[in-house]
């Protein structure tokens, strides 16, 4: 079955750095789309950045120019770079992706910027 899991988050200062990465299984990892989105408490889940099966990316405004998303179909897996993270950033990311019209989540993982 299809399983994506994150891993990566942490607590860091403002203006650090963090990379994320979602590894995938349970299809056939570079024939599909990913995404990370994120969740602070109290809002809703928002998506962050997305890269197609033929690494097309897009990101959330809020985002671009600091994070960077890419994936490394050798070995399933998906990054999320972010710089420059701001206490806004702070949310549960999650890894996303839709196979065989069905919505697959990860369990996420916590980033907390914070000094």
């Known amino acids: 079955q299809v399983q994506l899991v994150e891993s990566g988050g942490g607590l860091v200062q403002p203006g650090g750095s963090l990379r994320l990465s979602c590894a995938a299984s349970g299809f056939t990892f570079s024939g599909y789309a990913m995404s990370w989105y994120r969740q602070a408490p109290g809002k809703e889940r928002e998506l962050v950045a997305g890269i197609s099966r033929v690494d097309s990316t897009n990101y959330a405004d809020s985002v671009k120019g600091r994070f960077t998303i890419s994936r490394d179909n050798a070995k399933n897996t998906v990054y999320l770079q972010m710089n420059s993270l701001k206490p806004e950033d702070t949310a549960v990311y999650y890894c996303?992706?839709?196979?065989?019209?069905?919505?697959?989540w990860g369990q996420g993982t916590q980033v907390t910027v914070s000094s």
């Open positions: 996303y992706t839709v196979f065989m019209f069905k919505s697959y």
